[in-house]
Structure formats: structure tokens, C-alpha cells
């Protein structure tokens, strides 16, 4: 199940995204940066206004690399539920300094590890992290206005992330600059929280938090699928949500000759989904076709593929592993062995309930 972190200013704001259904309030300053700390006292009042209702966590701030800094600053929001430290550009080696730094208050406090998609993000000290004890790891961007964490790193290189920490043990949550569009897309990784501040105000980021906009995100993250609900309205006919004709670069094919480089693959899906609603107006009432992209470009992202069968068959299996989705035809197609287009065809159907 995946869950809503909600960026929060102070005990009103706080307020708000509890009603408006935020799973973990997250306490930053965004006047002062990425992870900009507010003050202790700011800290205090925000604990007692929440009074358990959710967990707290709170950032340690914009922090060099410096191990006793980083060390004084979290020891000083200890009463959090969860601190969040930025992994911020520095050598492997300070990096290495600080995460050893924090292994004793790691035993008193749950840390989280921020890496930032856009300040060299190094997933090699992932095994570190959960050996020196933190409780989870994030990902999320320094500059705000640089662009959304999806324009730094790709959906596989997410996806290779959130399998790892989880492997791991760790928590794991993604953010950076995330807007409505991007919840479908990386709800498809289910990382244990999305986190948002940007999205949750009715203006610039350093603005308040606004009711609506929390509640408009709320609605977007999915709840715990139901599988009985794809079957409930077989009788009604259903849409038809498509992408064709999608070419891309990949390696494929069972031949010596044919490893090493790259051919033009062809993509075409579509797939009938639920009958969307009337009145739809957002994300939260459509399937994205974004989501049918995203999966052709991991399968062409992992490397060597011997068969277009292999290739078919697993993204139709990805796209009928969303409950509106009943059916769906793949059709893959190799345009460099002579003819226009050789390839295969597949559809699948969601096994309807039995007994």
C-alpha cells in the first residue's frame, strides 16, 4: 500500500493534510532549501498538535557533509517519529564519514536517507545505510525549478532502486517536484510513500498548503486493489485505451549476429478498461496510457532480450496487473530483418472469479 507524505510548514499546515488524508506528516522549510529544518520550537508545537494521530517526521536541513554537524542536527529533532538526512554532492568517502556518524542514533531514532535524483545519487550505499541501522531511504531533487524527479531518472533506474531498498529492508519513498500526472506512473513501483509539497499548495511551493489540492492527491495514490471490482461490471462494454506504433532502440534477438547492438523494435497495445465515469475531470478517474509506456521503455531499458515473445507476453502480464484493465493485445514487431515487419501478437484476459 502506498502512502501519502505530506510536506508541512508548521502545526496548521499540519492540520490540514490530516484532514485532507496524508499518511506521514513531513516537517521542512521550504524558504530554506531542499530540506530546509525548521526550529525546534516549530518542531515541538507540530508533535503536539498531531498528538499520534500520524507519524512525524522532520529534515535535518541543507547540511554540509560534515559528520558532527549532520550528527548535532538530528540528535536535536530525536523526538520526531522519523528524521530525514540529505545525502547531499560530496565525495563517497564524507558520505560514507556521515551514515558512520549516525549509527548510534540510529539506534534511538528511525532515519531516513534522502539521495537527490539531480545531486549525484549514488544507490551503491544503500547496503551501507540499512547495515548502519536507518530505517529507509528516499529520493527526492535539490533544485526545484530543475524539473521533476521523472526528467532525472528513469522509471527503470526507480524501479531498480525501490527493489533494492526494499530488499533491503529499508522504507522506501520517492519525491521531487512530483505533480498529479507522475502518481499513476510511479505507482506502478509501489514505493512505500510519495512524497509532495508542491502539489499540495494553490501556489508556489512556499506557499500555504491548500485543502483541495491535498485531498486532489489523496485521490490519486491507490488504495489497496480490489481484484472482485475488475470483474464486477463485465456486462458493460468497456473503453479502449491504446498506444501504437511506438519504436524504440533495443537489444533483441537469439542470433549470435544480433547481440551486441540495437534494432528497431515496434510496440503497439491496447488494452479495454473499466468504462470510465462520467464527468471524469482527473487523474484519479482514468487509466494513463503513460503507464503502458513507461513499461515498454523498462523493457527496453534491462538489456538483452533473446525473444519479441518474451517481450510480449510481459508487458501484457505488467499492464492486466492494474484491476481496470480486462484485456489487453500486445503486438511487438523487429522493422531491421528484411521485411517491413516481422513479430507476434498476444492477448490476455483477466481470469474471471471461479466457484
Given amino acids: 500500500m ?79 517519529d522519523y528524521v530525514k538526512i540529505g545525502l547531499f554532492p560530496a565525495s563517497r568517502e564524507e558520505r560514507l564519514a556521515v551514515i558512520e556518524a549516525l549509527r548510534e542514533p540510529a539506534l534511538r531514532t528511525r532515519l531516513i536517507a534522502v539521495f537527490f535524483a539531480d545531486g549525484d545519487p549514488d544507490f551503491t550505499l544503500l547496503p551501507v545505510l540499512a547495515e548502519a541501522g ?71 511551493r512556499d506557499g500555504p498548503v491548500d485543502l483541495d489540492a491535498v485531498r486532489a492527491i489523496r485521490a490519486l495514490i491507490p488504495a489497496e486493489q480490489d481484484a472482485s471490482r475488475s470483474v464486477a461490471s463485465t456486462a458493460v462494454a468497456g473503453d479502449l485505451i491504446f498506444v501504437r506504433d511506438f519504436t524504440l532502440p533495443m537489444e533483441i534477438g537469439a542470433y549470435g549476429h544480433e547481440r551486441g547492438r540495437t534494432q528497431k523494435v515496434r510496440f503497439s497495445v491496447e488494452a479495454e478498461i473499466e468504462p470510465i465515469v462520467p464527468g471524469a475531470r482527473c487523474m484519479a478517474e482514468i487509466y494513463s496510457y503513460d503507464v503502458i509506456i513507461d513499461a515498454i521503455r523498462s523493457l527496453a531499458a534491462r538489456g538483452h532480450t533473446d525473444l519479441v515473445e518474451t517481450l510480449a507476453l510481459e508487458l501484457a502480464e505488467t499492464v492486466l496487473d492494474d484491476v481496470r484493465v480486462r484485456e489487453v493485445t500486445v503486438r511487438v514487431e523487429k522493422l531491421e530483418l528484411g521485411p517491413a515487419a516481422v513479430g507476434i501478437a498476444v492477448t490476455r484476459r483477466r481470469a474471471g472469479p471461479t466457484g
Fill in 2 to 80: 502506498i502512502r501519502l507524505l505530506a510536506s508541512v510548514t508548521g502545526p496548521e499546515e499540519a492540520e490540514i493534510v490530516i484532514e485532507g488524508g496524508a499518511d506521514l506528516v513531513d516537517l521542512k522549510d521550504p524558504a530554506q532549501g531542499a530540506l530546509g529544518a525548521v526550529s525546534p520550537a516549530v518542531l515541538d508545537a507540530t508533535l503536539r498538535a498531531v498528538a499520534g494521530r500520524r507519524p512525524v517526521s522532520a529534515v535535518a536541513g541543507d547540511l554540509p557533509m560534515q559528520p558532527d554537524v549532520v550528527r548535532r542536527a538530528v540528535e536535536a529533532r530525536q523526538a520526531a
Fill in 134 to 204: 536507518f530505517a529507509g531511504a528516499m529520493i527526492d531533487t535539490i533544485g526545484k525549478s530543475s524539473g521533476r524527479l521523472l526528467q532525472h531518472l528513469s522509471l527503470a533506474e526507480l524501479a531498480d532502486f525501490v527493489t533494492q531498498a526494499r530488499g533491503l529492508g529499508l522504507i522506501t519513498g520517492l519525491a521531487g517536484s512530483l505533480e498529479p500526472p507522475d502518481v499513476p506512473r510511479l505507482a506502478v513501483l509501489q514505493p512505500d510513500y510519495l512524497g509532495f509539497r508542491g502539489a499540495l499548495t494553490a501556489g508556489p
